[in-house]
């Protein structure tokens, strides 16, 4: 039986047909030769073609709908991987699922994004003349999440990016690894938080200023002065409020090409005045107590190598200031700090001397002394 419906010839291999209502045919149904196929046997359709060989398809590979589900533009078999010969547009299977975007131009854009079993997503890019080109790894989302940029694999050797496991690792041979711009405005740059408190911070303070610390800890780094100075991170400096190291922390060697400049303006001072008699006896007494030592940790270390050292005992000290009745506690030169082990909890003490403080007052009870003898020297030449 033949007709037409509209202007489009239908053919039916058999006689079982209502115009009008539903068509129910029982073999295969051909509209207007190649315009529309029903393979019937094979349960395909065609558009443009009289022997599909997908379920669905229109032409040999204009459009694919391949008996995995597979979508397909342009493509008659699903690659499992992004290859050369793209088409504009393929997706493909849930096991092997690719999405490829190509042919942008003859030699060079466009790209792939791939999803194979248990590898998450992976995207790429090409380079070379339609037909031949040649695909390369750019971006890849794996299946635990991971984002790798630039490398196939989570590690902190290979150039590339991850962020993974909330933490970023970038990797870079031979050049800048991360820029971080504040435009118009100074201020903090990056922020540094422990859960919802801010715990420090880099930022900038002018234009040749960078900053980085705490609170009201902070140093500036200052290039046009060639200078590194105590700084807080609201932005201004903080003048003699800031320790360098602490009784439980200490550092070790400083080397330096000139000595620590000391203030002594006459406008910051007051009670200023000779040593007392009391001051004197302990000064002498004090001068008396030099001695050669080596320290507990360098003979740990170095055995008999370890280098010997002069100066005086704290507990010295103190107890010849006790001894002429002063307490060591009020003066400078003498430092005692207590401090819980933190390991242990065992409570600690450790006693200091500040040398150059000390030496001025041996030295100022030196001088008194020699003052005096000089004067009782003249009266005698004098008799």
Do not use: C
């Not at 849930?94 to 994004?113: F, H, K, M, V, Y």
């Not at 403080?357 to 000089?374: D, H, N, V, W």
């Amino acid at each position: 039986m033949s007709g037409y419906l509209g202007t489009k010839a239908v053919t039916l291999s058999t006689t079982t047909a209502s115009v009008g209502g539903d068509s129910t045919v029982g073999g295969d149904l051909t509209v207007d030769t190649n315009t529309l196929y029903v393979d019937s046997t094979n349960n395909r359709v065609g558009v443009g073609t009289a022997s599909p060989s997908n379920p669905f398809q229109v032409g040999t590979s204009d459009l694919i709908v391949d008996s995995s589900g597979n979508l397909l533009v342009g493509n008659s078999t699903a690659p499992s991987a992004a290859s050369a010969n793209a088409p504009a547009l393929l997706v493909s299977g849930p096991n092997d699922a690719t999405i490829q975007l190509s042919r942008e131009n003859a030699t060079a854009g466009g790209g792939a994004i791939q999803s194979a079993a248990g590898a998450g997503l992976v995207f790429y890019t090409h380079t070379g003349a339609v037909g031949s080109e040649s695909y390369s790894e750019r971006l890849r989302l794996t299946a635990a999440g991971d984002l790798l940029v630039g490398k196939t694999s989570v590690d902190n050797t290979t150039a590339g990016g991850d962020i993974y496991a909330g933490s970023i690792s970038l990797v870079e041979d031979g050049s800048r690894v991360a820029t971080f711009v504040r435009k118009t405005s100074d201020g903090e740059i990056v922020s540094f938080r422990k859960d919802t408190t801010t715990v420090g911070s880099i930022g900038n303070d002018g234009g040749d200023t960078i900053t980085i610390g705490s609170g009201d800890v902070a140093l500036a780094f200052q290039a046009g002065a060639d200078a590194v100075i105590p700084w807080n991170t609201s932005g201004s400096v903080r003048d003699n409020a800031i320790d360098l190291g602490r009784s439980i922390a200490r550092f070790d060697d400083i080397y330096a090409t000139n000595g620590t400049i000391q203030t002594s303006d006459q406008n910051e001072k007051q009670q200023i005045a000779a040593l007392t008699d009391a001051e004197m006896t302990a000064a002498k007494a004090i001068s008396k107590l030099f001695k050669t030592f080596k320290w507990n940790d360098s003979v740990a270390e170095k055995g008999d190598a370890a280098r010997t050292h002069t100066g005086v005992i704290a507990q010295e000290v103190e107890q010849a200031m006790t001894d002429a009745g002063l307490n060591a506690g009020d003066y400078a030169f003498f430092i005692s700090s207590d401090w819980t082990d933190e390991e242990t909890g065992e409570e600690r003490n450790r006693k200091g001397i500040r040398y150059p403080q000390l030496m001025s007052f041996i030295g100022a009870a030196t001088e008194q002394r020699l003052a005096s003898i000089e004067t009782r020297l003249d009266a005698l030449e004098a008799e």
